[in-house]
């Protein structure tokens, strides 16, 4: 797939300083449209736990580290005898390192990053354009697809999930997708990985070639629960990760990965509200979230 | 106030083994009944942006540290020459260093945490007991009570906020609080201390005796935009913390805290959908957190 | 091997107080009789390089994370158009994660450390007692013996070098252990483990039978290209780790592990002035080290 | 004072590929000649204590963080029966933030550092060239001016040391420089900073035109008991560090800072043995570093 030889047509569609990208699309219509499929009221929590020292964890990136600053071992060893006690911690994350939302200042191509904004503008102070904090919280309509059932185009690693399969997917679900709306795909890799089937070399996802078809729909964030969202290593070596500058970088479109889909698609529900709220890290390029589905 | 020499009328309230306290009091009516308060579907976020170095944050915690593991200057500086790049970071945080939630194994008296749970499974191995991934998202009711109007029993600092005042004050909201809720309470220090009329030494909170209260409404949790909801320093220096013992330790009821409450206090509204989700770090006794309201 | 069930010998040897343990016998004649020995003055330093996200390290222990706060590719970006630029950067280091001098707080048994001081003295806070700050500056004698010739004693790992290997080559070197002495032990598991043909799972090293002998030569640490000086894991199981329990523990002997012994050893040279500086990290259990041979 | 318009007569003098700068004067004859100097061998390390959150610390670094990952608490409170226990450590440091050497990675002028390498090579993943792994243990004749006296031209700050006044201090020493020697320069602000009477705004330094003088010695590093060797701020605020720029990035000659000289410039000695062994950070622009002096 080539990228960017041409100015990608979304640039500019929300104005020449936009930063939040396909964000613009959302508004409270979508978090009307998410409320209105909520039959029960339950909750269920998206984001794989956080333990120190474990995965899963794409390459190079640091596993947690989580320190206790003061715990009930300083008092069992009489660090004071007053009855009052406290704890408190500190992590070392990588804001990438477990279920996350990138920012779009993630990733760019000829060094200019969504909206055309210079990569310069991403240094060691942190990213000045396009960082996480721009997102706010995204309360809206998700939509589900389970393509890990066996037999089904995602039961295994190593397969780049088609735009066929993926939108006979999303018709299956009954949904008609709506501007605003947010995709979530199972590709059933944390679930093998879980099971020691599955490593973070290899991961099935999205082909390249859906990322016309979800901005069309009006997707503003594809979730997966595998690595990237698109397949992984990219089927062209020549080219990282495509689908990351197809939708991130040339549509605005946010990515959010390493999502625990497990509970919710064993509900059989595909559309539920989705509330997304990463943290708002001035000037960075992601951050971990808990997303929730309430069904 | 004394504590604790009588065992909490509320431990064993959820069974022997319970971990989530109050928590316990909320379910899918509560998210129902926090859906059926929006009317427009419109999003406030409600944490304070998380800036590198910066505060406001309580003593002896250390200011977040923000490292770009990789970023746009690599490539301005010829790292490589191929189009694709992107942008990685990784933060130093101590958990409770900005909006956060406290988990129940924050606190303890005679060292014994919410339920009787020995502070001994407070180690530097994290809380083996009443961790803060025992939480899971918590979608309810918000109510908020905005004290700090000018004149009001919060417009200034070193007040503690009486039972009765918070009573009048839920009561003008017109909402009657039921079991599942939460109340944010609006002190105004936040906003003082960022006019540089306030500092992390001294804030207007909560006083010890609105506990019962708050516990009998039905509440699950209690946040406000100061430190420690609680009036900081405690009255009694003897009693560092009477209300987290109170609530957190005594009744299982968890505290937030340093929530922005700004923008949703200057809609007027007083009840709103509200998510809360803290990142589910095991063995954590803290989480950051980015709140949502739904109006 | 048991352990303290007797009080060891050696405590109270340098008062009830004491927290330096052999170092006592550490003065200014060790550091004559090291100066003594320098030939032509060349320095060889035995530190392993750290090198962010690699061993060789410890089970358990995280590698280092190196981060550039400040880099030429924020001024490539165009951070600033003036002259002047500079770097700045941070790690997040495991004080044991890379060539190292342990504290004598490091190890305890049945609650006590070195000279009797109860463990009760580190907790969050760091060590109260027997901490990486007391040690200063080590400036003696070293003498080394290279143990992992081919069909050495160790030439291989899993194997536990004896009392009597470790006599025989102290006997050859020709050199006469004197009070204050450091003792450089070679047991090639370093250059196995970077040739592929060892891992952090086992190593070479000295058998706990040894820990009386080296006291008695007046050695007041001991230092090791292996993991931990004494073989790994521990012929014992029921043993974690029995020569740092006599050495440090019984003995107030400090241990230096991940010891760069490789140029050292090609000069043929067993003794040589031997200066180690561990930074005075106040509480401190471990500090990272680049101690230099001079010859 | 202009930097750099013409091309530093220094560069190239040990080659065009050299990242070592001065310290190729630096070799065994400086060792002997050190080791000449030495009468009682006594040691006095040069190092401010590490403390965690304490300073000093220069401007926009982060104070130190010290983390217990496993400490005697734990096992008081019942982590553990086992007789044997240890203790870990863990720590977040700038290597800037205590007493440490500067890489000649460190500073640029007009994009190029040291012998005209680009400050392309300092990124993200640090530094290609001139980083601190290049300079390997410093063993050597050391001076020491005590500028500070009661009188003295550096008995306050605000104070820029002259070339006459450093010119003088040395000759009063009796010493004559050689190549390979380390200037040591006690300007005082170490010790006013102890008492209060001095900050991190503002510090007695060298002027930067001492550099000149000092290369011509034959000083391979020099080092003070401040926070910049040279003068803070600096007296022209469109220089930031003229001293810096000109013995760093023009002669090659390292620099050390923050180095406590109270209980070396108490014992009246001019002249010492001197060992400086930085860590050796792959691709670092400082190291944490305990001098030793051994007189």
Chains 1, 2, 3, 4 share one sequence.
């Not at 009930?72 to 911690?89: Q, R």
């Not at 309509?141 to 393509?147: E, F, K, P, S, T």
């Not at 009954?174 to 070399?201: I, K, M, N, S, Y």
Request: with cysteine; hydrophobic share 45%; net charge negative.
């Amino acid at each position: 797939m080539t990228h960017a030889e041409h100015r990608p047509a979304a640039w500019g569609r929300w104005g020449a300083d936009d930063e939040r990208g396909a964000l613009n699309r959302l508004g409270p219509q979508a978090a009307l449209r998410g409320i209105a499929t909520v039959r029960e009221g339950r909750s269920i929590p998206l984001a794989v736990p956080l333990r120190a020292g474990k995965g899963p964890i794409a390459g190079r990136r640091q596993p947690l580290q989580h320190f206790m600053v003061r715990d009930g071992g300083d008092y069992a060893a009489g660090l004071t005898e007053k009855g009052f006690g406290f704890a408190d911690d500190c992590v070392v994350l990588s804001t990438h390192g477990n279920t996350h939302l990138d920012a779009l200042a993630h990733v760019w191509q000829d060094h200019r990053m969504w909206n055309g904004h210079s990569a310069d503008h991403v240094t060691s102070h942190g990213a000045r354009r396009c960082a996480i904090d721009r997102v706010g919280p995204i309360v809206t309509r998700g939509i589900l697809v389970d393509l890990a059932a066996p037999g089904g185009p995602s039961d295994h690693d190593g397969h780049a999930i088609s735009l066929a399969e993926l939108v006979a997917a999303v018709g299956a679900t009954g949904c008609t997708p709506a501007a605003g709306d947010v995709l979530l795909v199972r590709t059933g890799w944390l679930a093998r990985w879980r099971r020691g089937e599955a490593t973070e070399a290899l991961w099935a996802g999205l082909a390249p070639e859906c990322a016309e078809w979800i901005d069309e729909q009006g997707f503003v964030l594809v979730g997966a629960d595998n690595i990237a969202v698109e397949q992984g290593p990219s089927a062209d070596p020549a080219d990282t990760a495509p689908l990351h500058v197809e939708l991130i970088r040339n549509r605005g479109i946010h990515l959010m990965e390493l999502v625990d889909l497990e509970a919710l698609a064993a509900t059989g529900r595909a559309e539920f509200l989705l509330m997304i709220a990463p943290l708002p890290l001035v000037g960075g390029v992601g951050s971990p979230v808990n997303p929730v589905a309430v069904l």
